[in-house]
């Protein structure tokens, strides 16, 4: 007679990891929309001169120079920033827990912490506050969008490098380089969307690809 064999907790455990990946996906899904909708929706309520060219997303809680508070733009982008980063590092939890790795975990969760970070810290509060959490962010969610790759589809893998790449070339060379260029024909505005956006739409590329896919996530 076969001795029962004793149930290890990986294997108690392994049925709850797809699942994880699932909610992790649904809430990074819902999270990439809504920032999309917030901005769009702050950016359409804006009561006063707001150009795409010149002001970044941030302006909207904050309009530099003087840093004017107007609403109900501010107070839509802040909660915004704020509901979403943490849905983010609800998803960077889950996804810990489906043993997805330590770095993709890190920066995932670096992403969301540093969107809290700008809602809570807009322009008008410590603008080296606002600045740091802000490259923080940039720079996490490019770094997320790379990192992550492994965990999606094979077909899904150059995407998430692309976009994180571009991220990444446009943050670290408006850092060094300033307004030269490409970078002075899109303006700082231009600039920051072409960091903000891909992340955005590599948030909702890996979340609606985790949120579809029951299986284990595919091998690197």
Request: glycine share 10%; hydrophobic share 55%; with cysteine.
């Amino acid at each position: 007679m076969t001795a029962p064999r004793t149930l290890r907790a990986d294997d108690a455990r392994a049925p709850q990891r797809p699942r994880d990946r699932s909610a992790a996906g649904l809430l990074l899904l819902v999270s990439g929309a809504a920032v999309v909708l917030g901005i769009m929706t702050a950016e359409a309520l804006y009561p006063a001169r707001y150009e795409v060219h010149r002001n970044t997303v941030s302006d909207l809680a904050a309009m530099r120079p003087e840093d004017v508070v107007r609403q109900p733009s501010a107070a839509i982008f802040n909660t915004t920033m704020i509901v979403c980063g943490v849905l983010i590092v609800a998803a960077a939890v889950l996804l810990h827990r489906s043993r997805a790795g330590l770095l993709p975990v890190l920066a995932v969760a670096g992403l969301g912490i540093g969107m809290v970070g700008v809602g809570l810290f807009p322009g008008n509060t410590v603008m080296a506050v606002h600045q740091l959490v802000s490259i923080a962010t940039f720079l996490c969610g490019g770094l997320a969008a790379i990192l992550t790759a492994r965990l999606s589809a094979r077909a899904l893998r150059p995407v998430h490098l692309l976009l994180g790449g571009v991220a990444l070339a446009f943050l670290i060379g408006y850092l060094v380089l300033g307004d030269v260029g490409p970078f002075d024909r899109l303006g700082e505005g231009g600039v920051e969307r072409w960091i903000v956006y891909p992340v955005v739409l590599w948030i909702v590329v890996f979340g609606a690809g985790l949120a579809a896919s029951p299986s284990d996530p595919p091998a690197a």
